[in-house]
């Protein structure tokens, strides 16, 4: 059977970048001038706050005391596995040292940046998870000193269960502070911040726009969309479950596309037919941006067998992919391009958006076909070292200096033959 579209996204609008991306220049322009007086001033105007931008020693004890035990034990179950799965991966990178041809020696090194900058976003949802998840692998990776911003509220500041996440995970620097100038403020070390070396963490569009143009001056985790998700389902999968994992994914934004791949057309009709119940379901505003998500941007791609569900999974390069199927470990094979993969119907996406323990910062837009999501790794540095005696010295020079003088670079080869001269003399 060939792969059929039960239901296609509709033409995305004319893309608004150019104007989202000439205000975050302005911004960042005007920050890199005036520094901390510009970051006030932008504070004040978009997030309405006149409040002190750094969160002191005391405010942090009492926005943790004003927190709720249960609330607590469930930050803490979160961020020990999340703290778990990162010092399983950090257990991974190993150093070596290897002796390449007899006296020459060379090695690799896995050193932590000196800073990190962790956003965590605010807006609609006060994001606990994205502190979790951000700070606590930088903590794991070794980083020496992490700040952490997120957009205050108006007369209250970051809410009191972000500011208990932040300073679980170590932060050693909490600022009232979010988008463009929240980003800005991290790159450049204002506020008593260290400069960041790398600047992590979701955001919206003008924090996204943000980290690329800063990008190259520092080190960024990825360039990230809207999220997406897409769920695999065969027949023995169930059409409520199914629904409401994409539904919940949607709830995201109006931006945010869900993805159906079905081997079974009775389970994709019947999964179509239950969303916009389920959906209306929803409290405001996620019903209206579930509902906007699943008429615009939802797909549901119906296919004759499993490995065209596969390829197909892989072309979308699905920022979160929920197998619901037979034959798990198949797919674990076979599967290639995707931020994060969850196995089998206990599982679910919310489970790793917020406590199960793997990164939820991921690649969107199809990135997953060529870089994973955060993690320990993206807060070290993977450097290399070399030493050799007179004798691996003697025939370095010589192979170098015969193959730089054929690429026509006279400097290398006469650097190289100024090693030949203790074998000579």
């Not at 302005?26 to 969160?55: H, S």
């Not at 190259?216 to 389902?233: E, H, K, N, Q, R």
Request: glycine letters at 8%; charged letters at 20%; one cysteine or more.
């Amino acid at each position: 059977m060939a792969i059929t579209y039960l239901k296609q996204a509709q033409p995305r609008p004319a893309a608004e970048n150019s104007d989202i991306r000439d205000t975050v220049a302005v911004m960042l322009a005007n920050i890199q001038r005036e520094g901390e007086d510009a970051v006030r001033r932008y504070a004040q105007k978009l997030d309405g706050w006149t409040g002190p931008i750094v969160v002191t020693e005391a405010q942090r004890r009492a926005a943790c005391n004003r927190v709720s035990q249960q609330t607590k034990e469930d930050i803490q179950f979160a961020h020990a596995n999340i703290r778990r799965f990162a010092e399983a991966q950090k257990a991974t990178m190993g150093e070596c040292e290897v002796e390449v041809i007899p006296g020459l020696i060379a090695g690799q090194k896995q050193i932590p940046v000196s800073s990190a900058g962790c956003y965590v976003p605010g807006g609609r949802y006060s994001h606990i998870a994205s502190a979790l998840m951000t700070i606590t692998t930088a903590k794991v990776a070794g980083v020496p000193h992490i700040t952490a911003v997120s957009p205050p509220r108006p007369g209250s500041g970051i809410p009191d269960a972000i500011i208990y996440a932040m300073d679980l995970c170590g932060a050693d620097l909490i600022l009232n502070l979010g988008g463009v100038q929240g980003i800005a403020a991290m790159a450049q070390g204002l506020f008593g911040a260290e400069p960041a070396d790398i600047l992590v963490g979701p955001g919206n569009s003008y924090v996204a726009e943000a980290k690329r143009m800063l990008f190259g001056d520092v080190g960024i985790d990825m360039f990230a969309g809207p999220t997406d998700s897409l769920v695999i389902a065969d027949r023995t999968a169930d059409v409520e479950t199914v629904a409401w994992d994409l539904v919940s994914q949607a709830e995201h934004g109006a931006d945010s596309p869900v993805w159906l791949v079905a081997t079974d057309e009775a389970l994709a009709k019947g999964v179509m037919a239950r969303a916009q119940a389920l959906i209306d379901q929803l409290p405001e505003p996620n019903l209206s941006a579930a509902h906007r998500a699943w008429h615009e941007r939802a797909e549901v791609v119906l296919c004759g067998s499993r490995e065209e569900a596969a390829q197909v999974a892989d072309r979308y390069a699905p920022e979160h992919l929920q197998v619901q199927a037979e034959e798990l470990d198949w797919w674990l094979d076979r599967l290639t391009a995707y931020g994060s993969l969850f196995l089998g119907k206990e599982t679910t996406v919310p489970f790793g958006d917020k406590t199960s323990g793997p990164n939820h910062v991921l690649p969107t837009s199809g990135a997953a076909r060529y870089t994973g999501g955060l993690s320990v790794h993206k807060f070290t540095k993977t450097v290399t070292w070399q030493r050799c005696n007179a004798a691996a010295s003697h025939e370095l020079a010589q192979r170098t200096a015969r193959i730089s003088r054929m690429e026509g670079m006279e400097g290398h080869a006469i650097a190289a033959e100024l090693r030949l001269q203790p074998e000579t003399v």
